[in-house]
């Protein structure tokens, strides 16, 4: 019974059993079947593309037709970004560079001087496509409802707006030469900004066009009468010639979308797919702002504007309102707190009341040069730039990564005397020695940001390597004269597979030790690869950190070997 | 394993690899480029776009900007707007309505009125036209007429030893018709004078509990009491102000004059002079975070030979912008000096503290100043605001002989 039973027994069941496996070898040679087949399209992915490194992202490609105008709260900009932390604080690199860890031109951002040599007048040049403007008689069509800067808007003939934006009557020419040395400095680094002329108001000429409309304080809106402009230019100042110097900025083409907020991506947006907290431009803001003490470098300063034809429009993304740049704080000189803690900071704020003020803030011993009234409160001599501070937290400049900063201090070292002086003679200063003082000032901040955040990261750019086998690179703190000499620089080839997303591979012989960024390359075990990598560690007494490699990677065209991937290991945090 | 076993596993076998491989045959071709890469991205959210949202306190706050609702009730250049404040210290929280036209003769006259009560029976009705910008903003005018009625005025005798026990209280109903104007004699210098008609009619008191003036105080220690009377009040004045910034200053100072002759009109009982000097320094340091506040009050009024200066039109000391440790008109007299000194520090942009001392007297002639004999408080608080002015001020007062005095109050004590 026990002998036939189970063979009876263990017949009948084993037949579904032996199916049952057959399914299991079935579908695992099949699932095997598919994870090839996967995996070739995987592996047809390969580290980098023929067309890396992009220079340009098109970010223009789809229709943003549908993306409609955003209104800010000056409010809610304080709250959220003082008292939450908005967009994600991963401490990755950028998503918006390119493989040689650049940025490529977009809608954001077009290389200037940081690709190419301008001239001194190409910087003071700056957006303006107009030699000057004249605006008088020509007719005002609205009042300047948003900001605390008094004034209005008028159209030339051609029916292309401007805004028209005063002085504050204590001090002429600041807010309107604080403007055009942004826009000017802002532009040649590669940010968008809009055009802005300092012109001349002669109140005897102003006309106001019989449908121009304001809105009161009530928020009422109405027609637009003469005791409307007299009460703006009554918060002007006015010239010893009795006519009223003033800002134009030409509107952008387009239409109004209103601002970028420095954290997520617009919704409304197709191209905008980079969160922008991890934007390098806009992380790397935080440098040009600390430069030219831009304080109010915030979301609401910000513009967007739909441009393009019908079907292809695309959102072009601005910085916009310098006016509280430098000493000017728009309708006052820069407060002394600008630049140097945000609005509302809890332990120096706490410390200072219940020390009944004895407790005093390093920067309210700031002695500001007494210069010129069109200055306000500027100064270098305490000026530091890692310390530097907008006016309340950005997320984009809360997430700068020493790379991200280094990245916008090569741009500003490209920056000469020439070039910022240049931007300073935009402004027009009539008092004897301000510009003179902005331009000196401008410099030695320019300096003391290139000794902060230059040699933040293994400083080696420009790799290159020629056919018979030189590998040649630079220092970009030894060539901006920020630092000496390095001791020595390791380099170690290696192997590259590009088709499998790896980092480089079996090294190629052993580590070279040379003292010049000159370093001859293995040709002969080169012969025959189409990819390769060298990784390049810096020894300098002053900066240990210099040892985190920088690998590059080349690949072979019909031209030779070309640079495509550039890494740099992030040595360390930017320190708050 | 049979053959037929095996035909069927290879048969298995090959048609899930097909599918499989026609499944991959079907996903989208990889990118072969960067280009297409970020294109497959974008195109990717192009299909999940959708309207930008905003959360609601951020709608609601945007909406509240630009529909300037702050500014509207607050200081409303235009219309009917809400009034919320004292009509007079003492008189409790006080609501109301206003209204201003500033569209007058030209847009050159503004006309605001206004009507604000409190709970303890306290009104004010005012009206008056102003014209800030006369002779191209060298002058300025305006005219006015207002009615007021405060029930629960708190009296405790005249002098300097007056007692907190002895707390009366009297109404004052009062009409007032005037008109000021003022030129600018220099870019910080305003002269000017002022003409009214007043019909001030004290009374009794209405506040329960408290006695009323008359039946705690023999006539004669209430010049005035019961006797209705009209006055002229002619003034002439001068206004040095160079403070910064004006409405929440940290540097300059401000000196104002005023010489006031009030004309008993029906009795001539009541007619009397007034001198007053205020004066206002502010002394910064630390970049202007650091202030030093001094203010000095003098008001002496001097009756005109024969007659009295009454008792509800003298000048009192007690209260949350003077001696701030003692109840509101504390001490009343023909004389007062008042000395305010504050060292004030900002604790961050929106907030400042102070630490304070009060001093003053009231005398019934200017030589009974006794400067070693003044009332004294100090006191620590907190101001809330900017550079624009104090909106609130939180203090304590402490250090007087009346004891603890929390203070909660709009605007600035000077």
Known sequence: ???????????????????????????????????????????????????????????????????????????????????????????????????????????????????????????????????????????????????????????????????????????????????????????????????????????????????????????????????????????????PNGKYRALASRYAEGKYLGYFKYYGTRADDPNDIFPHEHRRELRGNRVFAAWLNHDDSRALNSLDMLQGSEGRRFVRHYMFDFGSIMGSGSTMPQVPRGGNEYMLEWKPSLLTLVTLGFYVRPWITIDYPKVAKSIGRFESARFDPVRWKPEYPNPAFENMRADDAFWAARIVAKFSDEHIRAAVARAQYSEPGAAEYAAKTLSERRDKVLRAWLPGV????????????????????????????????????????????????????????????????????????????????????????WAAPVTIYFRRGADGWQAVGLERQDPRAVED | MKPSTLRTFAIVVLACAHAASTAAAQTPQAPQTREEELRARREAKAQEVEKE???????????????????????????????????????????????????????????????????????????????????????????????????????????????????????????????????????????????????????????????????????????????????????????????????????????????????????????????????????????????????????????????QVPFYLMRSLGGPDDLRGFRRHRFRDANLLLLQAEYRWEVFTAVDAALFVDAGQVAPRVSDFDLADLETDYGFGLRFGSVRGVFLRIEGAFGSRDGKHFILRFGHVF
């Open chain 2, 53 to 307: 949202r905003q959360g609601r306190i951020e709608r609601v706050l945007v909406s509240l900007e630009n529909g300037r609702l702050f500014e509207r009730l607050l200081n409303p250049p235009e219309g009917f707007y809400p009034l919320i404040g004292h009509v007079t210290p003492g008189s409790g929280l006080s609501l109301g309505a206003g209204y201003r036209q500033p569209r007058l003769f030209g847009e050159r006259a503004v006309f605001q009125a206004s009507a604000v009560g409190s709970p303890r029976k306290y009104f004010l009705i005012d009206a008056r036209l102003l014209m800030p910008r006369l002779a191209n903003e060298a002058a300025q005018a305006e005219f006015y007429a207002l009615r007021s009625w405060w029930p629960e005025e708190a009296f405790f005798g005249l002098g300097p030893d007056s007692l907190r026990r002895e707390h009366a209280n009297f109404s004052l109903g009062n009409t007032v018709v005037g008109g000021s104007g003022a030129v600018r004699a220099g870019r910080l210098l305003m002269v000017g004078g002022r003409a009214e008609y007043l019909r001030p009619r004290s009374g009794q008191g209405r506040a329960k509990g408290i006695a009323d003036v008359a039946t705690l105080f023999p006539g004669e220690e209430i010049p005035g009491f019961g006797a209705p009377t009209d006055f002229g009040r002619f003034e002439a004045f001068a206004d040095f102000n160079y403070r910064e910034p004006l409405m929440n200053p940290r540097r300059g100072g401000r000196y104002y004059v005023s010489y006031a002759l009030f004309d008993d009109l029906h009795l001539d009982r009541y007619g009397f002079r007034r001198l007053e000097v205020d004066l206002q320094q502010y002394v910064p340091f630390l970049n202007d975070r650091r202030v030093f506040a001094f203010h000095a009050l003098l008001s002496a009024s001097d009756a005109v030979a024969g007659q």
């Open chain 1, 458 to 545: 293994n400083p080696i750019v420009s790799p290159a390597l020629d056919e018979e086998g030189t590998f040649t690179f630079r220092n970009a703190v030894v060539d901006a004269g920020v630092a000496g000499k390095p001791t020595a620089y390791l380099v170690q080839w290696h192997h590259f597979d590009n088709t499998n997303g790896n980092g480089p591979g079996e090294a190629i012989g052993a580590e070279i030790r040379v003292s010049e960024p000159r370093a001859p390359a293995p040709v002969e075990r080169l012969q025959g690869m189409d990819f390769a990598a060298v990784r390049v560690r810096t020894e300098h007494p002053e900066f240990p950190h």
């Open chain 1, 1 to 239: 019974m026990s002998s036939s039973a189970p063979s009876v027994f263990a017949h009948s069941p084993r037949r579904p059993g032996r199916l049952r496996t057959l399914a299991v070898f079935a579908i695992a040679a099949g699932s095997l079947a598919a994870l090839l087949a996967e995996n070739r399209t995987r592996a047809a992915a390969p580290r980098f593309y023929p067309d890396d490194p992009i220079q340009v992202d098109n970010d223009r490609e789809f229709d943003a037709s549908g993306a409609a105008p955003i209104e800010g709260s000056n409010v809610w900009d304080f709250v959220e970004n003082t008292f939450f932390e908005k967009g994600d604080r991963s401490p990755i690199r950028a998503l918006n560079v390119n493989t040689m860890d650049e940025v490529p031109d977009s809608s954001w951002f077009t290389n200037r001087i940081g690709r190419f040599d301008l001239s001194p007048a190409e910087v003071g040049r700056g957006p303006n496509t107009l030699d000057a403007v004249d605006i008088d008689g020509w007719p005002i069509v609205e009042g300047k409802s948003q900001g605390v800067t008094p004034g209005y808007r008028v159209v030339d003939p051609s029916g292309r707006r401007y805004q028209i934006k005063f002085d504050p009557p204590g001090n002429p020419e600041m807010g309107s030469g604080a403007e055009m040395i942004g826009a000017a400095l802002y532009h040649a680094i590669g940010y968008n900004v809009v055009e802005g002329y300092i012109v001349e108001v002669d109140p005897d000429r102003i006309v106001i066009d019989p449908e121009a409309t304001t809105v009161d304080l009530s928020g009422r809106k109405k027609r637009m009468t003469m005791e409307d402009v007299k009460l703006i230019l009554r918060r002007a100042a006015r010239g």
